[in-house]
């Protein structure tokens, strides 16, 4: 702020735009409780207990015998259920866990392209009125 005098010798002070409070976005629900199929894959969610919500999944994905490969057809799984950058963020996380269940499917002499069945929980939590997805761990496979 600038105090400038007028010709009048008195001192002028400009006002203050009035700032307009941005509007906030409206409470989204929490994951809908109960079984949620999209093509092949399912989702349990119990109900909201405070501000996080516990979901089981069933991803379908495709074996691929390099891990590499198979890392992203998961990725695709969990970007289903999520955005993409919330997928690959996930399966980061659990790599390692991954990578030894990778390995267990080619031990168990697994093809190219088999259909399998990822078991995997999915925990979302409340934060600034929206659902967002906070931890994953895969807990099993099975053939499809």
Not at 78 to 98: C, D, E, H, P, S
């Amino acid at each position: 702020m600038y105090l400038f005098e007028t010709r009048l010798g008195e001192h002028f002070k400009p006002r203050q735009k009035a700032r307009t409070p941005t509007p906030k976005a409206a409470a989204k629900p929490p994951p809908k409780s109960g079984e949620v199929v999209k093509g092949r894959d399912s989702r349990f969610c119990l109900a909201p207990a405070g501000d996080s919500v516990n979901c089981d999944l069933n991803l379908n994905v495709k074996f691929r015998s390099s891990f590499e490969k198979f890392r992203l057809e998961v990725e695709d799984a969990y970007a289903r259920w999520t955005t993409k950058k919330i997928a690959q963020m996930l399966v980061n996380n659990f790599q390692g866990n991954l990578k030894k269940l990778h390995d267990e499917m080619v031990d168990s002499k697994l093809r190219d392209n088999s259909s399998i069945v990822l078991v995997a929980s999915l925990k979302y939590r409340m934060s600034n009125g929206a659902w967002i997805v906070v931890d994953s761990s895969l807990r099993q496979w099975r053939s499809a």
